[in-house]
């Protein structure tokens, strides 16, 4: 048995050290009471499959599990913790009521095996969400049923595979953008797609004239990103929907960042065909440790009729669902996750647009793109800025401000986690070197931001009078300090051994 004492951290404020859960076993302890098994004939309901020997597990009191637990939450960060400015992410607040309206018990506490009578209201909320998101994005179509954005991605092109398929073309080709996020390439070749690269051009947009010389009878969608993850809204987006249709191709737009332009722009009016929504970035649900994401996709009309299974249908004087390819008169692709989606994030996401209303989402894109230019505005002479002009919902650096210090972007995120913030996104996109890219979001004070540009400021300059040191060895007050990540990449599988099973003792 290890030294439970040994391991607690007493009355200072910030667990520095925690023994895994293991190490602190005290056999014997145990949070519940439990009446011993009887053994006889009457205790069989396993068929036969009962065991009655230890099974390895750790005994802990209930406090020493509670005080375990909170300790390591406290060496976390989180969005609600502080400022979370991880551009692409969409770190941002998420509003209490949400999680209050999510943890009804008429909502919180349904099986999603019920028989339909009995979850009505549950598909009307449903029924709703879809409704609002298909309003917003001005779109005819919607699947909720899609767990992520990249998992949205992988169902919308499945959708559009399925519309080519229905009309007998069997194209092999998907066009993304270099500064596309990862996630889009990954999902086309997950879907079999070849994947080729369309170049950026000196302002940051994809090339329209290199789209164009790749638009063949032989590519099934372009993805692209806007506003794109270079923080810049694609001007061109309508002359590009346009070639792309020309070419009888569809236009699948990653819509994982809708917080930029919701309630401004509906993308159905700019072309696009097929459109995954982050409900956990832009509708505010948790994400990241907080929570399951939630990714529905919206469809033009002629994608419609393969939409996924299960669909809500209002009917006559209900709602229904249906589950089954045969009761309904479309071509639906079938079922691409258990059950109904995420149900619990859609009733956030409701909240959230329901408690904003219309004027409030407007704000919410207003307010993005403010912070975000906030932050360029006071940023941009001290740190460099590789397009000019202003930016969406988040700002991109590159490390030409860095040049000659010793220091590196990976190095100055380091060092912001000392000052308090969580880093930005760093190395990403690919498009310009050692990127930085900052996303403050809608939910961040004025006071906040200013707080943060003074901190960059301050580490800007101390990079720049040489003290490159201060950079390297940081961070230096965080629970624990930087990982050897050349030594994690020559050694890529680390192998968790559960300690040796009490039994065996
Ligand atoms: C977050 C994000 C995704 C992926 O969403 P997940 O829910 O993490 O799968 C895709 N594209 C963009 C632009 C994103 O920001």
Same mark, same amino acid.
């Given at each position: ?8 951290? $007493? ?20 949070? /519940? ?50 400022? #979370?400015?991880? $551009?692409?992410?969409?770190?941002? #607040? ?6 209050? *309206? ?30 609002? =998101? ?16 990249? +998992? ?7 959708t559009i595979r399925a519309a080519l398929e229905a009309r007998g073309d069997a194209r092999k080709r998907v066009l993304v953008p270099e500064s596309a996020h990862g996630t889009n390439p990954a999902s086309a070749h997950a879907c079999g797609y070849a /994947? ?13 004239? &290199? ?46 960042? !809708?917080? &930029? ?25 948790? +994400? ?20 996924? =299974? ?10 229904? *669902? ?42 919410? &894109?207003?307010?993005? /793109?403010?912070?975000?230019? #906030? ?9 460099? /800025?590789?397009?000019? $002009? ?21 190095? !100055? ?13 760093? #190395? ?30 301050? *580490? ?5 009078? $040489?003290? &490159? ?37």
């Amino acid at each position: 048995m290890a030294d439970v004492d040994a391991t607690l951290t $007493g009355n200072r404020g910030l667990a520095l050290e925690e023994a895994v859960i293991f190490e602190q076993d005290s056999p014997g302890l145990s949070g /519940v009471d439990l009446p011993a098994p009887e053994p006889g004939p009457g205790n069989d309901r396993l068929g036969g499959l009962g065991r009655s020997g230890a099974i390895g597990l750790p005994g802990l009191s209930e406090p020493q599990v509670v005080r375990h637990y909170l300790r390591l939450s406290r060496m976390n960060y989180g969005i609600d913790s502080g400022l #979370y400015p991880l $551009g692409s992410c969409t770190m941002k #607040y998420n509003p209490r009521l949400n999680e209050r *309206l999510a943890r009804l018990p008429g909502l919180g506490g349904l099986h999603p095996l019920q028989p339909i009578s009995t979850v009505q209201g549950a598909l009307e909320l449903m029924d709703a969400c879809a409704h609002w =998101l298909k309003v917003l994005t001005g779109m005819p179509g919607i699947t909720m049923a899609p767990a992520a954005g990249a +998992h949205g991605e992988v169902v919308g092109l499945m959708t559009i595979r399925a519309a080519l398929e229905a009309r007998g073309d069997a194209r092999k080709r998907v066009l993304v953008p270099e500064s596309a996020h990862g996630t889009n390439p990954a999902s086309a070749h997950a879907c079999g797609y070849a /994947v080729e690269t369309i170049a950026a051009n000196v302002r940051g947009r994809v090339d329209v004239g &290199a789209l164009k010389a790749k638009l063949d009878a032989d590519v099934a969608a372009i993805m692209l990103t806007n506003p794109n993850t270079c923080g810049l809204f694609e001007n061109d987006i309508i002359e590009i929907a346009d070639a792309v249709h020309g070419a009888g191709a569809f236009f699948y737009c990653d819509g994982a960042n !809708f917080n &930029a332009i919701v309630g401004r722009v509906r993308p159905g009016d700019l072309g696009i065909d097929c459109m995954h929504l982050n409900l956990h970035k832009t509708f505010s649900t948790p +994400h990241g440790g907080g929570g399951p994401g939630s990714g529905p996709v919206v469809l033009s009309a002629p994608l419609v009729p393969y939409a996924p =299974l299960p669909m809500v249908e209002r009917r006559g004087d209900g709602f229904a *669902l249906v589950e089954h390819a045969g009761d309904s008169s479309a071509h639906p692709l079938g079922r691409v996750k258990g059950f109904h989606g995420q149900f619990g994030m859609m009733v956030r996401a409701l909240a959230y647009m329901m408690s904003l209303g219309s004027d409030g989402l407007k704000q919410v &894109a207003e307010d993005a /793109v403010l912070n975000a230019n #906030y932050l360029l505005a006071r940023l941009k002479d001290t740190l460099s /800025v590789p397009f000019e $002009g202003p930016c969406m919902h988040e700002v991109l650096f590159d490390d030409s401000f860095l040049k000659d210090t010793g220091v590196t972007t990976l190095d !100055f995120a380091k060092a912001m986690i000392d000052e308090g913030f969580h880093p930005m996104t760093m #190395y990403f996109p690919l498009v310009v070197h050692g990127a930085l890219l900052m996303e403050p979001t809608e939910t961040e004070s004025k006071a906040t931001l200013d707080q943060f540009i003074r901190t960059v400021k301050g *580490l800007a300059k101390r990079a720049r009078a $040489g003290d &490159a040191r201060h950079f390297k060895e940081a961070p230096r007050l965080t629970p624990r300090r930087r990982l050897d990540e050349t030594a994690a990449a020559r050694n890529p599988v680390l192998v968790w051994r559960p300690p040796p099973s009490r039994a065996a003792e």
